[in-house]
């Protein structure tokens, strides 16, 4: 009888372990990382059928047409110049892209992105840049685009701060 016993406790602490186990890799995944999911030389290119299924479902959820905004009360989305870093949105509000300009020798590529400000709180984030290189650089002015997962801690429903170096950049609601 204790040998019965011992197993079926042996049995339901593995259970529980393993159970445990699955509920940490479960949260894990649901928390992405603060590190860069990738960079690469250029801006990023927005997905137009993604951006049209974007607004369609904008449009079914109770917002206005195209047809429906007047003049002035769209928001504009300026043009990068590379007079500051350019950040945005991507994949729904599921990433964001930062942008900086740059050497291409020498590219400036965001290592970690940090929550500053939680959603409700000032909803901010700091990007962080590495030392800069020493070595000789081109002379060039390109776009580096470094991609991360949007924190959970903010929210696309609010104007999103984002520090860059010097910079501050407001990222719209999306």
């Not at 049995?11 to 186990?21: E, N, P, S, V, W």
């Not at 890799?25 to 049209?52: K, M, R, W, Y």
């Not at 840049?129 to 991609?147: K, R, Y």
């Not at 520090?163 to 501050?168: E, H, I, L």
Request: aromatic share 4%; hydrophobic share 35%.
């Amino acid at each position: 009888m204790t040998t019965r016993m011992t197993t079926l406790t042996g049995t339901r602490r593995a259970l529980l372990a393993g159970a445990a186990l699955a509920s940490v890799f479960l949260l894990t995944a649901c928390n992405p990382g603060s590190g860069a999911v990738e960079d690469f030389s250029g801006l990023p290119v927005i997905d137009e059928q993604q951006e049209a299924e974007g607004e369609a479902e904008d449009t079914e959820a109770g917002g206005p047409t195209e047809d429906e905004v007047e003049e002035g009360d769209a928001e504009e989305v300026p043009e990068p110049t590379g007079d500051e870093p350019y950040v945005q949105y991507l994949q729904n509000g599921g990433q964001l892209a930062i942008t900086i300009w740059g050497s291409s020798t020498c590219p400036v590529v965001a290592t970690e992105l940090l929550v500053t400000a939680e959603a409700g709180e000032g909803n901010a984030v700091k990007a962080v840049l590495p030392e800069p290189e020493t070595g000789p650089c081109t002379a060039d002015f390109v776009p580096h685009t470094t991609v991360f997962w949007t924190p959970v801690d903010i929210t696309t429903t609010e104007p999103l701060e984002v520090v860059v170096g010097d910079a501050t950049v407001t990222v719209p609601i999306k």
